[in-house]
């Protein structure tokens, strides 16, 4: 599974509930189930849609754990 | 000067709660997938947690609770993994690889104080048991309302190649309608002499609202359906930690094989059952499915259909009963329905006269009376619809059979 960091407003605005989501001042972690609702043929697609970027599980894990992620 | 003082005090309708659990992170659920080809948890806790939070809602009936959605008040709140409190719990305590909190609690005042965030994945031998307890405070009546959850599982199913899976040909929520089942009244005609018994006939009225439900079972391994190597179980969930196993011919079970478990749904109210397909020769955590039947209280119209005058000269009175659902006549009602013939006169109301279809009752008996004014009959029923069927035992609880041994049910 591939997991997305976004931007929260963006991803809000597609009726994703932020509770229980990791964010960190902007941005907010998603995973690639959760982008189905956002327009978009693939991932990539959908990802850029909510100013996001694509990771896998190892590389966001990396990220989670340089800190500063509620 | 002498005086008398009592205190009195409002009277407060009593608090109303309700409480139930959701998941705010439906696609974090409760039920994650390992892929042992990548030794990855889907979706992995520890970047998208899941989120389970105990919505309580509370009301009193003469509005006199402002606040609908209470769980800003809750107080004392605790989450219990397996009945221990989730801080003492040994596999809780630790962290997660990026040092944080397996689990947090939601302590702000906000409208989802008390929802439980979980970073913990769950290893595919290992399921957790949940549940929330925590208290309101109602300080118009000074009394402290405790909540607590239904159970709910964490749990964890593995996807490597090798995985054992069960599936079932059916829903896993069954629904049993007394109101469709050909078959129940195709055995209520031949057991009245109203139709002859016919194979035939009863092989048409078998159809899938029959009371008789065959399960069909596969069980695989990856994606090939395996024939032998196991033996398939079935237990009654009596609570989320706690089974019994039920056996061929006990109660609604008729027959369990490998590949279909029978049950008679005239048996069953509201029951889950869970299927364990047993391996013989495996390491591997046994496969298995929980599934749940429910009967069905459709809705129903029931009414006399004598509109016939009485004569000066009648003794007796016949009605029968009509009754009607979802736009098509009912046949037999009395097969489903409990039907109370009843009657009302200007001087005996509410007098019983017998249950059934339909009714035969002396006139004299109501009371009615003789002249114009009181010469009037309400003729009526009172009706619900019959429980499942359960054993017919005597008062030492032994069965009744018939003369093949068969055990006889009634309701």
Redesign the interface.
Known sequence: ?K?VIADRSKVLSYGI?A????SKEAQI???E??LDVVPGDTLNKRAKAVDGKVYT?TG??RI??EGGWL | MRSNKKRIRIDYAPLNVAVSLEC??P??PALQVFNADNN?Y???R??????F?PQVVANANDGSWPNQYANFILTQMHWYVDGIEISQHPDWTGQT???QALYTIDESGSS?RG?L?IRKNVPPTKQYTLHFEGIITDPRLGTNIPIVTDDFILSTEDKSEDAYSISIGDDQIIQYNPFKDKLHLYDYKVAHGLIAASAAAEAAATDENAYLRTINIDVFKADTKLNSGFTIKLYRVNSATSFTEITAGTDEVISISNSAIVLDLRLVTKADYLIRAVLTDSNRPDPQLQFSVNRVYQNYDCRPTNGTSILPSDEQRYDVAMCDSEGQLVECPENILKIIWKTDSAYLANLEHNEGGHTVFSIAKTKIGKNFGDDWLDVYVETEIKEAHCDATDENGNDFTDENGNDLIFN
């Open positions: 599974m997991y509930n509770i229980g989501h990791r972690i998603v995973n189930k959760e599980a966001i894990k989670i754990n | 705010l992170t696609l974090s990855e889907e979706p992995d520890e970047v998208t947690p899941s989120t939070w690889s990026g040092g989802s929802a965030t």
